[in-house]
């Protein structure tokens, strides 16, 4: 049977995005934080939501009425963050919403650890593809993250995003109407991983947007990891 409900941690405007994603201070992003997470990684700033349990059941009518409400508050997208487990309950509630009205543009914010098959599915519906690409190797990817054969999969996923909405395009305002951008976060004695990552970023398309992370900080298990139980350095970045 179908799961009619899915689960929520937090929803509202925000303006922790890359600057094209949330407009100025009377604007925001529409974010809606998705309970639970496909990677188990063990410097995850937000654990409580993606591996505590933290949340609150809504429904698909719920979920759709929450997006409708972003777009009254005067949100510039409908941001959701985390949203790939709970993809079949999120189509159905994007397209009730829009039957409704819902007019703004559609983020996928995503870890990137995702299947083309499932990416294509919110064909369509997306047209802000936000993906992580964390990795440039999958020794890494298993250390901190459990991720098997992250590099092809991840690698997969951008090819998909970029083939459904092509490179990032902004307005008069500089907001972003559609398009990818892709974040990587530098980790502390990890150089050689992120200089990976960007080669291959920059191998399937050099003009990716791409938004490199500087703000790392030892959470949640990254302490049982004393090679990254620090923030990086000014000479790291």
Request: hydrophobic share 40%.
């Amino acid at each position: 049977m179908a799961q009619t409900k899915v689960k929520i941690a937090w929803t509202g405007k925000h303006f922790g995005e890359e600057p094209p994603l949330f407009g100025d201070k009377s604007q925001g992003a529409g974010g809606i934080f998705f309970s639970g997470c496909n990677l188990r990684c063990v410097f995850c700033q937000n654990w409580q939501i993606s591996q505590g349990g933290m949340g609150k059941e809504y429904s698909i009518e719920e979920l759709a009425d929450i997006m409708l409400d972003l777009q009254n508050s005067g949100a510039v997208n409908i941001d959701l963050v985390t949203p790939t487990i709970w993809r079949q309950q999120v189509k159905t509630a994007l397209q009730l919403a829009k039957s409704k009205g819902l007019i703004l543009p559609i983020v996928w914010n995503s870890n990137g650890y995702e299947q083309p098959a499932i990416l294509k599915q919110m064909a369509g519906l997306v047209d802000i593809y936000l993906p992580d690409f964390k990795y440039g190797d999958d020794k890494t990817a298993v250390k901190y993250s459990r991720a098997h054969n992250y590099v092809a999969t991840a690698t997969a996923a951008v090819k998909e995003m970029l083939r459904q909405t092509g490179n990032l395009q902004v307005n008069e305002q500089g907001l972003a109407r559609r398009g990818v951008i892709v974040r990587h976060l530098i980790l502390p004695n990890n150089i050689q991983n992120s200089l990976t990552a960007l080669k291959i970023l920059q191998s399937i398309d050099p003009k990716l947007h791409v938004s490199l992370m500087r703000q790392y900080y030892p959470l949640h298990r990254a302490k049982n990891y004393p090679e990254i139980n620090r923030q990086i350095t000014e000479q790291e970045f």
